[in-house]
C-alpha cells in the first residue's frame, strides 16, 4: 500500500487517548479509595502509586497497539480470533461493572454539587447523566475529544488542594519513595483497592477502541498492519501519550493521598466511604477553598469518567455484535451503540433511585472487575504476540515482559481480594 502523506503534530495534539483514558482513571470512585487509603494509612501507601505506574503504562499502550495496529478494539480482534463463548461473558461483565460503577459516579458528582450549592442530589444526577449522553451522541468526534482533553485539566484541582493542606513534605516524600509492608489484613486489601482501582478493564478497551476510531476518521491513516511505514511514528506517538497519560493519573492519585494523608489521617479521621465525604471532612480541617476545589474536582472528574464508562461499554457490545461502531458516526448509522451508551447511562442513573449501598455496590465492581481484568489481561498477552492479529507488530521483548508482569501482579490481586473477602 502507498505511503499517505506524512503529518506534523504538535506536542499537545500528540496527546489524546492515553491522556484521556488516564484521566478518567481518576474517577469520583477512585478518588473514594485514595482519600480513604490517606484518612486510614497516611502516607504509607504512597509508594503504590510508584510502582503500578509502569505496569499502567505497559498494559494500556498493549491495549493501545492493538487498536493502532489492527484498527478494531479489544472485542473485535477478540471476536475476529477466538470463540464468541469466550467474548461474551467479558462483555457482559464489563457492561454490568461499568454500569455500578457509573451510578455510583453519578451519585458523586452530585453530592459534590450538593456540598457547594445545596439542592437536591437525584436531580443533579439526572442532569449531569443527561450532559454527559448529550455530549457524548451529539458533538462531532473531533470537537469532544477536544472537550475531554481540556477537561483532564479539572484534575488539576487535587493539586490545588494538596497545596492548601499542610504537608510535612519530607515525610511525605520518603515514605512515598520507601516502600513499607504491614502485614495486616486491612493493609492488604488497601493494595487490593489501589491496584483494582489503577488497572480496570474499562481503560483497556477505550485506550484500544479510541485509537481505532482515531485512525478511521483521519484520511491519512490506515491500520498498521496494512501501513507499516506509519509505524515508527505512531508507536512513539502511543508510547509518549501512554507514559504522560499514566503519569498524570498516577501523580494525581498520589496528590489526593497526600492530602488525605495530611488532613484526615493528621486529624485522626480514618473512615472514608465515599469523595463527597472526603471533600466535607476537608472543610474544617484544611478550610474552605480545600474544601470547593475539592468538590469541584469530583464533578469535573465525573464529566470525564462518565463518558469513557458508557462509551467503552458501548464500543465492547458493538464490536462484539459485528455492529457499526464509533463516537465519529451519527446517531442513525450507530443506533446499538448510541443505544448502548443511553441505557448504560439509564441504568446508572438508576441505581441512584432504589436503596442499594454503594459503598456495596463499588465493592461488587471491584469484584467484577477483577474477574474480568484477569483473563482479559491473558488473552490480549497472547494477542499481542500472534502475527495472524499483529502481524508484524508483535510486542517488543521489553513490553511483553512488563505486560506479563502487570497480568501476573492483577492475578495476585485478585487472588488477595477473594481471600480477604472469604475470611
Known amino acids: 500500500m502507498a505511503p499517505r502523506s506524512g503529518r506534523r503534530r504538535g506536542f499537545l495534539a500528540l496527546l ?51 487498536g493502532r495496529v489492527t484498527g478494531q478494539g479489544i472485542a473485535g480482534n477478540i471476536r475476529e480470533h477466538y470463540s464468541p463463548w469466550l467474548l461474551y461473558p467479558i462483555v457482559l461483565l464489563l457492561l ?51 472537550i475531554l482533553k481540556w477537561t483532564t485539566l479539572s484534575l488539576f484541582a487535587y493539586v490545588a488542594a494538596m497545596l492548601a493542606a499542610d504537608v510535612p513534605w519530607r515525610e511525605a516524600g520518603i515514605r512515598s519513595l520507601v516502600p513499607s509492608i504491614l502485614w495486616t489484613s486491612d493493609y492488604l486489601v488497601a493494595i487490593v483497592a489501589v491496584l483494582g482501582t489503577t488497572i480496570s478493564p474499562y481503560l483497556f478497551f477505550w485506550q484500544a477502541s479510541e485509537e481505532a476510531e482515531d485512525e478511521r476518521i483521519d484520511p491519512n491513516a490506515y491500520p498498521l498492519i496494512l501501513a507499516p511505514e506509519e509505524a515508527p511514528r505512531e508507536l512513539r506517538r502511543i508510547s509518549l501519550d501512554t507514559q504522560l497519560g499514566m503519569g498524570f493519573s498516577n501523580a494525581i492519585s498520589l496528590c489526593i493521598l497526600i492530602t488525605a494523608a495530611a488532613t484526615l489521617h493528621a486529624h485522626n479521621i480514618v473512615d472514608i466511604n465515599t469523595s463527597a465525604q472526603a471533600a466535607e471532612a476537608l472543610r474544617p480541617i484544611a478550610g474552605e477553598f480545600a474544601f470547593v476545589v475539592f468538590a469541584c474536582g469530583i464533578i469535573g472528574t465525573g464529566m470525564l469518567a462518565i463518558p469513557v464508562l458508557a462509551g467503552s461499554a458501548a464500543y465492547a457490545v458493538a464490536e462484539a455484535l459485528r455492529l457499526p461502531v464509533g463516537l465519529a458516526r451519527r446517531l442513525f448509522e450507530a443506533k446499538a451503540f448510541y443505544g448502548t451508551v443511553v441505557v448504560a447511562t439509564i441504568l446508572g442513573i438508576g441505581i441512584n433511585f432504589v436503596a442499594i449501598d454503594p459503598i456495596k455496590a463499588l465493592f461488587w465492581s471491584a469484584v467484577i472487575n477483577g474477574v474480568v481484568a484477569v483473563p482479559l489481561m491473558v488473552m490480549m498477552m497472547i494477542m499481542t504476540m500472534h502475527p495472524k492479529v499483529m502481524g508484524d507488530f508483535t510486542l517488543p521483548r521489553p513490553l511483553w515482559l512488563m505486560g506479563w508482569l502487570s497480568t501476573a501482579t492483577m492475578a495476585a490481586t485478585v487472588a488477595m481480594m477473594l481471600a480477604t473477602w472469604a475470611s
Do not use: H, K
Not at 482519600?35 to 494500556?60: C, D, E, H, K, N
Not at 442530589?121 to 475529544?145: D, H, K, W
Open 96 to 146: 454490568v461493572a461499568n454500569i455500578i460503577n457509573l451510578g455510583a459516579d453519578l451519585g458523586a458528582m452530585g453530592d459534590g454539587l450538593r456540598l457547594i450549592i445545596g439542592g437536591p442530589v437525584q436531580l443533579y444526577v439526572v442532569l449531569f447523566a443527561a450532559l454527559c449522553a448529550a455530549l457524548e451522541i451529539f458533538l462531532s468526534y473531533q470537537r469532544y475529544v477536544e
Open 16 to 66: 489524546g487517548p492515553g491522556l484521556i483514558t488516564g484521566a478518567s482513571d481518576d474517577d469520583p470512585s477512585g478518588i473514594a479509595t485514595y482519600s480513604q487509603v490517606g484518612a486510614q494509612f497516611g502516607y504509607a501507601l504512597g509508594w503504590t502509586m510508584l510502582f503500578s505506574y509502569p505496569l499502567m503504562v505497559a498494559i494500556q499502550e498493549i491495549s493501545a497497539r492493538i
